[in-house]
């Protein structure tokens, strides 16, 4: 075990931590202790057989300038972003843990004062706080992160992955601030996590990858017995969905504060099947239209980002067990030429109810096509979130076209719900359809 002792200068710990970390690595491995205190660091290293602690008393805070992250420098970029504040690439054995904070300095990286569409106006180059890349035996346990400037926890190709007991704790203005990432990796568990994020919860992805050696599905995913709040998906498979995804399971999760519950958004391509998310609460509300979804409780759409693209195939989903309540609808939409296939509700009890943006019972499909900008203008529209229209609509949200229903299927072959109950409120709101089930065909 290393303790590192403090600077005798300052509270800049970025040399003496990283050279602590290679030195134990070079020694075998082992554990690298931080000192009590609050210490600020540039991007570090992590070496295989490194287990990086952070005790109770001990604050790790990221620099605020992107400059100190070169050495942190990744391949998979994300959200302008080719950065990390604790990175690995190819290694094994790794942790992070203890009952300590790790600080993502959120605030020092908004480029203006005031919120836009009620969020911070953040910078393009922020790093995330954890980027592993091909790495193998990950354990990430008992930590306390907050205030991320970006991504919380990304995950990249790697594989046999435990994350248990974490709290993430971010700036529900901050964008993009998801909570954990899982990205092409593979027999991943996770469980007793409390994470409140403005972005994702929990997202399983397929980034599209620089490097052909990161390139690979993401399966064989468990998360279990978590609480989150989220002001997005709470729980979502894609956007980006470049390779496939299957084998996920999210169960016994209780989503409060929450803009969508749990979703499955395609639209890269790749192949979605097997995934199931059972035995949850929710309780889902509307938010201003600069966060995607209407207070949907489970939401499964599939079409192409780009125009002419080749749609993902979506099937085989399960959604069982979910109580709570909700101020949208339950959503499935599915491509014409690839229908969502073999699709499973059962179990289900909501109550919907309307909210402070009742007048806005959007069918919300984004992202869209027109969303892929670099925009940044209150008028116009914000990058990869969304486009006015010249009537002042916005791409991809629309009206439900017979009003507000509880469950909205279109083009989804052998849907099949059972024993679904969603009390609506008597007598309905005005726009709400008289129809529970609005679908096609």
Known sequence: MTEIHAP???????????????????????????PRGRW????????????????????????????DFEAGTVSVVAE???RGFIVARDAENIA?????????????????????????????????????????????????FTEAPMWTIHLVACEHIRVSDLTILN????????????????????????????????CVKTCAKLDPALEGPAERIHVTN?????????????????????????????????????????????????????????????TPHAYWGSGEPITINSHARVRGAQPSIVRDIAVTGITGRCEGAIVVHGDPERPIENLLISAVNLRQEPGEYAHEMFLDLRPVPEDVNDLDDPELGRRNCFVRRPDGGIYGVDPYPNGLPGI?????????????????????????????IDRDG
């Not at 600020?40 to 992107?66: N, W």
């Not at 843990?97 to 180059?125: M, Q």
């Not at 909570?179 to 593979?186: A, E, L, P, T, Y």
């Open 8 to 34: 005798q200068e300052g509270n800049v710990i970025t040399e003496i931590l990283q050279a602590a970390i290679d030195s134990t690595a070079a020694a075998g491995g082992g554990r690298v202790t931080l």
């Open 40 to 67: 600020v660091s540039g991007a570090i290293v992590m070496r295989s057989g490194i287990e990086l602690h952070v005790p109770l008393g001990a604050t790790l805070a990221c620099s605020g300038d992107y400059d």
């Open 80 to 82: 302008d972003s080719d």
């Open 96 to 144: 992070i843990t203890g009952k300590g904070v790790i600080h993502g300095s959120g605030p020092d990286w908004c480029s203006r004062e005031g919120l836009f569409d009620g969020v911070k106006w953040a910078n393009y180059n922020r790093p995330r706080m954890v980027v592993f890349e091909a790495c193998r035996n990950v354990d990430i346990r008992d930590v306390t």
């Open 171 to 202: 700036d529900m203005a901050m964008p993009n601030t998801d909570g954990v990432n899982f990205d092409s990796c593979r027999d991943a568990f996770m469980s007793g996590c409390k994470i409140v994020a403005a972005d994702d919860s929990v």
């Open 226 to 286: 978590c609480h989150f709040t989220s002001r997005s998906c709470s729980v979502k498979i894609g956007t980006e969905t470049h390779q496939d995804v299957r084998d996920v399971l999210f169960s016994g999760i209780t989503i409060t504060g929450t803009n969508r519950a749990f979703g499955i958004m395609a639209r890269d391509g790749g192949t979605i099947e097997r995934i199931r998310f059972s035995n949850s609460t929710v309780d889902c509300a509307q």
């Open 408 to 436: 909205y299927l279109r083009h989804a072959r052998e849907a099949r719900l059972e024993q679904v109950h969603i009390d609506r409120p008597s007598p309905l709101p005005e726009g709400w359809s008289p129809d529970l």
